[in-house]
């Protein structure tokens, strides 16, 4: 029987089980087939911060959420359009976020006593009538699954493992994917385990089949490739493309990168990236602690290195003496915070945007330093190299912010040629006429004269430096005045960076300025409300200290300004303070990044909740 | 690093050098001025050009040692040398790199650097000036201070065990552990040559005299006249003897090290244990740190153990150039284009 496909311009899709699951890599293929097909995409992850909670318990749900489309997207999707349960906690879980008729397809061989018990259901729900608004497509995902497998000699877990792929199959099918690009990834993963190979290649056709043979199905979907910037493209999460990014700071600087950094949720993926990248030259020192991190960045800055250390809120909590010393001794350092829910150990697998004044302010004494948020995970390249050229351009550090929504989440890159980058020009000082430490050019950045370089051998360090000469003094004048230099240093950036281009009039009623990862959702919340007549503009800013030159300016031409952001006011209090000027906020702490429909409502409140009419 | 021998010959450097002209500030009577001074004779026979050297401190009296030296250097943060310096090391691993650090800086705040520095051998050469107080901040015990030490924040007496140095280098797999006085400079000089000698951890004690809140917490160990029966030097391949006269030595009894009397007709130098400073096994080194533990024996002074094992910073290279090797150099192009791309047209 032939099947009807019908064409749709988005799907949101989220995959949802135990966290041993598989679901991850379940996403993460879907992905990369729907990359490969021409398709705009964003993706995020959810994941618990246990490796390994209990079997069917709902704290162990793992999802993973997809959002594809014919044309330019910004966000993961609010409301899932299909809904992959492999379980009942994975169902409880996610179905309250679902679009209304929603799809969910349930592997009803997992919704047994034991398991719905385990999700807190005291009936079915697939037989108790409460999914009736959801289009419910029951599969017995385990039973074909393993009888597809049934002549293999691999053990039943070992076959039980593979259902992901007979749903990911499915899936394939369901959209008019091909399945090759996953078989190639599966050839390439599995080459020494033959068996291994052969049964997920069996499930993932059997999956395909199953949608074109049974009767359960009478559509299947289309949705066309997007019409992108012409380019060359790969997908990549925020981690991945900060790693990228400042390997390509090395190359385009000509510096060898040196990554001091310890492990810890959300930023270890730089880590892991960049540890691969030994043929660029790249060293990655895994520290014995976030403070040795920093302070071995600190150390490779003084010899001549481009000078990295990653890490999470806490560990910036620890590396805040250590980046006073950066400050103090002017070394060129790049420090990247992937914030997550805080104080303390908080909410390590999830989003936030927290740690801003920590990271404008969180240090003793006067200590200035530059502040970067990137905006969405391929902004994360482009951020990482903007954090080296300044850090390096300035001897000063550099404060790279990302967050948990960005560096799990997905979005592909179009590629940029080499020289469309920033150029990242480095001298070193090698003359020894008249050299002096703290000596100034007119950026008030002093030389970098590194180890190794004879006639130049000098000492710096904590201790309050002579300005121009570098020696140890505790004259009263000199501290002011090498305080400002400090300070003055850093505001001298923002003459190197772009200034704001308001997306929408220049001037009007309301102007929502946010920062960081909430980028695309506000601007699809602004597509929203734009459509229904209301007059919003917008500056997103990735430039925080300094302020980029015209935000005040901005600010002044709009009566209202709306401030959203994952934090209880952190911008908000810094634009007060800097433009005396009110600002509205709202303010989100779920962990999660807002949904458009939470900007759209704000929004439409501030115009009095009658659509400004 | 091949042309070291070029090096060697080609500059000569005499103590001058390496003085950074700087006023010492220093309380007048400090055992640093003789570790500095040592330090300054011996750099001239390091074989490194002076600008291929730097001196990196953490915070405290001992700290402000590089200001003083006519190399690179870097004054840091309390307890960061050794992590800092470690920076420096794989940032540049031409460079010599030395450490001047107290017991404080090392032992207490530093801890974990140090002990991960001395695990992973990389190539640095640390000198603890340990005077077993805190001396910056005017007097309160340190983590090597002796049990019921009377000081400003102890006034009823310490009731923390110390650490011993040595066993905490050779228990974290420091490759040269070595102790030195101040008030010995003959053999300060020594040491100092051989660490730089070494290749991978070096790690020198000096016990250092602080005249202002610990002062004479060493002289049973530097003052002539009690010297000789309180402190043992350790030489390769030579009995431990001690005494004026040479007349006692130490014995190993199984692994409990016993005293004995070389004029009792009873036991002869045949009878003395042979210091092995290159047994890989650090059982003995041990027991010889043990000595300052045990009533009535001698504080073991030199080198206690050196051996040589594959050093981090040089493994390090050696893994980036075999990658090299097999994937070629890195370009932009592989980095971004090589796989998972797609194009729009």
């Known amino acids: 029987m032939a099947k009807k496909v019908q064409v749709v311009d988005d799907v949101t899709i989220r995959f949802a089980g135990d966290s041993g699951d598989g ?46 489309s014919s044309s330019d997207i910004q966000t993961p999707g609010d409301s899932p359009d299909v809904l992959v349960a492999m379980n009942p906690a994975a169902l409880k879980v996610n179905v309250k976020d679902l679009a209304q008729n929603a799809t969910i397809i349930v592997n009803t061989n ?66 008019n994917r091909p399945i090759e690009i996953t078989q ?89 990236e960049l540890s691969k990248y030994k043929d660029y030259g790249v060293v990655t020192f895994q520290a014995e602690d976030e403070i040795s991190g920093v302070a071995s960045a600190i150390g490779a800055a003084f010899a001549g290195n481009l000078a990295l250390t990653t890490t999470s809120g806490p560990g910036l909590s620890l590396k805040a003496e250590a980046i006073g010393l950066g400050v103090m001794t002017e070394l060129p350092l790049v420090i990247v915070d992937v914030q997550r829910g805080g104080p303390s150990t908080g909410l390590p697998t999830k989003t936030e945007q927290s740690d801003l004044l920590q990271a404008m302010y969180g240090r003793h004494g006067e200590a200035p330093v530059v502040v970067l948020a990137a905006q969405s995970p391929a902004d994360c390249f482009f951020m990482a ?82 300005d121009v000469y570098g020696n140890i003094s505790y004259e009263a004048e000199n501290h002011e005045i090498m305080t400002h230099h400090r300070q003055n240093k850093v505001e001298k950036v923002a003459g190197t960076i772009p ?115 | 690093m091949e042309n070291k021998i070029d090096q060697v010959q080609e500059v000569k450097y005499t103590t001058k050098d390496f003085s950074s002209g700087l006023d010492v500030k220093w309380c007048p009577g400090c055992g640093d001025y003789s570790i500095l001074a040592q330090v300054q004779k011996t750099s001239p026979d390091f074989g490194e050009k002076k600008e291929n050297i730097v001196w990196i401190s953490g915070i405290g009296c001992s700290s402000r040692f590089p200001y003083y030296m006519n190399t690179y250097g870097f004054h840091t943060i309390h307890g960061r040398a050794a992590a800092i310096a470690t920076g420096v090391k794989l940032a540049n691993p031409k460079l010599q790199v030395w450490v001047a650090t107290g017991d404080g800086d090392m032992m207490s705040i530093g801890g974990n650097h140090f002990i991960h520095a001395c695990r992973k051998n990389i190539n640095l050469k640390i000198v ?21 030490k009377m000081t400003k924040s102890s006034p009823y007496g310490t009731v923390d065990w110390p650490f011993n140095p040595i066993k905490v280098a050779t228990g974290s797999g420091a490759s040269f552990v070595a102790r030195s006085l101040d008030r010995d400079p003959k053999h300060l000089q020594d040491m100092i040559s051989r660490a730089s000698k070494h290749k991978g951890l070096a790690f020198i004690e000096v016990y250092q005299n602080c005249p202002i809140f610990n002062d004479g917490a060493f002289f049973p160990l530097t003052e002539k006249e009690t010297k000789p029966d309180n402190v043992i030097f350790l030489e390769h391949g030579k009995p431990l003897v001690f005494g004026a006269n040479k007349e006692k030595g130490i014995k190993l009894d199984g692994l409990n090290p016993v005293i004995i009397d070389l004029n009792d007709g009873v036991h002869s130098i045949n009878d003395c244990w042979i210091h092995d400073e290159f047994d890989e096994n650090p059982t003995r080194v041990f027991l010889l740190a043990r000595f300052t533990d045990l009533p009535g024996f001698p504080t073991p002074i030199g080198v206690f153990r050196q051996f040589n094992k594959e050093t981090y910073d040089i493994d390090y290279v050696k893994q980036i150039e075999d990658v090299k090797a097999k994937k070629g150099e890195g370009t932009y192009e592989k980095l971004m284009f090589k796989s998972g791309t797609w194009e729009v047209n």
Not at chain 1, 161 to 168: E, G, P, Q, T
Request: proline residues 5%; aromatic residues 10%; glycine residues 8%.
């Open chain 1, 23 to 68: 679901m991850q890599l379940t996403g993460s293929q879907f992905t990369d087939t729907t990359a490969k097909m021409g398709n705009d995409l964003s993706t995020v992850p959810d994941f618990p911060a246990e490796i390994r909670a209990p079997a069917g318990s709902l704290s162990g749900v793992s999802g993973y959420q997809l959002h594809f």
């Open chain 1, 110 to 175: 997992a919704f047994d006593i034991k398991n719905l018990k385990l999700a807190k259901y005291d009936s079915n729900p697939l037989e108790d009538g409460s999914l009736s608004k959801f289009n419910v497509i029951p599969i017995e995902l385990t039973k074909l699954t393993m009888s597809a497998l049934e002549d293999l000699s691999l053990s039943i877990k070992e076959k039980e493992k593979c259902k992901n792929f007979y749903a990911l199959g499915l899936l394939y099918w369901m959209y």
């Open chain 1, 184 to 272: 190639k990834w599966l050839e390439s993963k599995f080459s020494k385990k033959p068996e291994v190979l052969e049964a997920n290649q069996r499930v993932l056709n059997a999956g395909y089949n199953y949608g074109e043979i049974t009767e359960i199905f009478t559509t299947r979907y289309d949705v066309k490739p997007a019409k992108l910037p012409k380019g060359i493209y790969r997908n990549v999460s925020g981690n991945e493309a900060a790693a990228l990014g400042f390997v390509t700071a090395s190359l385009r600087s000509g510096l060898k990168l040196f990554l001091g950094s310890y492990p810890i949720t959300p930023a270890s993926e730089i880590l892991q």
């Open chain 1, 385 to 466: 190299v903007e954090a080296a050229r300044i850090a390096l351009k300035f001897m000063v550090p550099v404060i790279l912010l990302s967050d948990g929504y960005l560096a799990f989440g997905s979005e592909p890159l179009r590629i940029p040629k080499l020289e469309e980058l920033p150029e990242i020009d480095v001298k070193f000082r090698t003359d020894p006429e008249g050299f002096h430490p703290y000596m100034r050019d007119e950026n008030l950045v002093r030389p970098w004269a590194i180890p190794g370089t004879p006639g130049l051998e000098h000492r710096i360090g904590g201790l309050e430096k002579k």
């Open chain 1, 499 to 613: 200034e704001l281009v308001v997306d929408g009039d220049s001037e009007g009623e309301l102007l929502v300025v946010s920062w960081g990862s909430t980028y695309g959702v506000i601007k699809e919340a602004l597509k929203n409300v734009r459509k229904e007549g209301l007059n919003v503009s917008h500056v997103h800013l990735r430039y925080i200290n300094p302020f980029p030159k015209n935000l005040g300016e901005i600010l002044g031409k709009f009566k209202k300004v709306l401030v959203p952001e994952m934090n209880l006011g952190q911008l908000s209090l810094l634009l007060r303070n800097k433009f005396m000027k009110d600002v509205i906020q709202l303010n989100k702490m779920q962990g999660q990044a807002f949904k458009i429909s939470e900007i759209e409502k704000k929004i439409t409140e501030v115009f009095g909740g009658n659509n400004g009419k």
């Open chain 2, 128 to 148: 603890m000036f340990n005077n077993r107080i805190y001396g910056l901040t005017k007097g309160q015990y340190s983590p090597t201070s002796e049990k019921g």
